[in-house]
């Protein structure tokens, strides 16, 4: 359930972002490449998870699915066009900011 929701909700997160930081309101067009990013996004997710798993309860891992695509797909739009960061295939910024975030979550709910 999780992946395919995070999977369909990416896209409209990228709508979300994309008008946040360009200032007007596009639709996202569904090709290759948004499905290859709600892949990565989706990826993060689940790094995510194996952090905090036994901690959080079946709800919060919902409302963690809901909310983690968008600061994810924030942080990807800061990283690559703000700081410019070259990163070749996309790993580093999945991973580490699906690591940070589970972590980051666990120390929040203590």
Known sequence: FICGFCFLWVPVCQ????????????TTKINLETMVSSN?????VL????????????TQLVVISILEPFVMLVNEHIVFH???????GG????????AYF??????VWE
Request: glycine content about 10%; hydrophobic content about 50%; overall charge negative.
């Open 47 to 58: 790094i995510s998870f194996g952090a905090f798993y036994g901690f959080v309860s079946p």
């Open 82 to 88: 703000i700081i410019h960061v070259q990163d070749a």
């Open 15 to 26: 709508c979300l972002v994309k008008s946040m930081f360009e200032g007007h309101f596009e």
């Open 91 to 98: 790993s580093m910024v999945t991973h580490m900011f699906g």
């Open 40 to 44: 990565y996004v989706t990826a993060a």
């Open 102 to 107: 589970g972590v980051a979550w666990c120390s």
